[in-house]
């Protein structure tokens, strides 16, 4: 006898790996994008509706708590990812307010809010109104390349149906390591001289937020807030420039190259950086002593805090 096919029934419950994440972007604020949907990648998300209420403090003979009425709704959450060349570009662009021109692409005031979908146990969730309140990007020793963008939602609902009409598929680059894919960081044009441990950087829209009125417990609109860009870096303490570049105030680009298996590559750009809070000392015995640097930008004198260059791999020569 031969035993063939799947056994039925074995799944406790709903499986992540059936789940799906996509979005389009909306021509007016919370109402919901139509048409075709970009697919993404993703490692995870945490997206969750959650309800303010308030109870009136009403004197009553049952001693017990009055009925409580929401006030608001609001819903936000994470998307975390691992960075691949393209995967992410559009959100990078929403969170730096800006669109990208001939593959580059440095903060500005457009403002971008999509629709997210995802679907999930057999209906989809749909989450109008998303605006990108954060991006941070991590690239440390031992570990991938990552990527987690906030978001702030209108509102989120549940729908029977798909609502694309079509989905343009997810990019499908190899992920950024850290050990081949990592080209190097400079400050001021010259690179530390000690190995880098970790770079982080984050990209927030400092003072955005959700307004809210009556008649409705979702949102209103949103505050876009202004682009704030911080970082840190950890690096093998080999010398003082980097201290005497912190000591005396001094700003300048920091710029951090990573490059793919195929050969495209990411260019991460402070335009204008101070190095701040430094950390450099001899915790324990038997140890290297690691340099930790916080990351500060500002504008540049003519505007401009932070800029990406995105550069694909040259093809081949013709005939090679």
């Known amino acids: 006898m031969a035993f063939t096919g799947s056994t039925a029934g074995y799944q406790a419950g709903a499986q992540s790996n059936d789940t799906a994440v996509a979005y389009g972007l909306e021509k007016t604020y ?18 969750r509706p959650q309800d303010t209420t308030q109870r009136p403090d009403e004197i009553n003979t049952d001693i017990e708590a009055s009925q409580e009425v929401v006030t608001q ?18 959100m990078l662009a929403a969170v730096l307010g800006a669109d990208w021109n001939s593959n580059t692409i440095q903060n500005g005031a457009v403002v971008k809010t999509w629709t997210v979908i995802e679907k999930l146990g057999g209906k989809w969730l749909v989450r109008p109104g998303s605006f990108c309140t954060q991006a941070q990007l991590t690239f440390a020793q031992g570990s991938f390349s990552s990527v987690a963008f906030d978001f702030t939602c209108k509102g989120q609902s549940i ?21 081949g894919n990592f080209s190097g960081l400079t400050i001021q044009g010259k690179a530390p001289a000690g190995c880098i441990r970790q770079v982080q950087i984050t990209l927030n829209r ?25 970082g840190q870096i950890q690096y093998f303490f080999k010398t003082w420039d980097e201290y005497q570049l912190y000591a005396a105030g001094t700003q300048g680009p920091i710029a951090i190259t990573v490059k793919d298996a195929s050969g495209n590559s990411y260019v991460f750009t402070f335009l204008n950086a101070a190095l701040r809070n ?17 990351i500060s930008g500002n504008p540049l004198a003519a505007g401009g805090t932070f800029k990406i260059d995105r550069i694909p791999a040259t093809p081949p020569a013709s005939g090679s």
């Not at 919370?30 to 997206?47: D, H, I, K, P, Y």
């Not at 729908?159 to 050990?179: E, L, Q």
């Not at 450099?280 to 140890?287: D, L, V």
Request: glycine share 14%; aromatic share 10%.
């Open 30 to 47: 919370g109402v919901q994008a139509t048409g075709t949907f970009q697919s993404t990648r993703f490692t995870g998300e945490n997206f």
């Open 73 to 90: 709704t609001t819903t936000s959450g994470t998307l975390s990812g691992a960075l691949s060349y393209g995967t992410y570009d559009d």
């Open 159 to 179: 729908a029977d149906a798909d609502p694309a009409t079509a989905y343009t598929a997810a990019p499908t680059g190899r992920i950024f390591d850290t050990v």
């Open 206 to 230: 400092n003072g955005s937020g959700a307004d809210y009125g009556m008649g409705h417990a979702d949102a209103c609109g949103i505050r876009p807030g202004e682009i704030l860009a911080t």
């Open 278 to 294: 430094p950390q450099i000392n001899a915790g324990s015995k038997n140890t290297t002593i690691v340099a930790t640097f916080d």
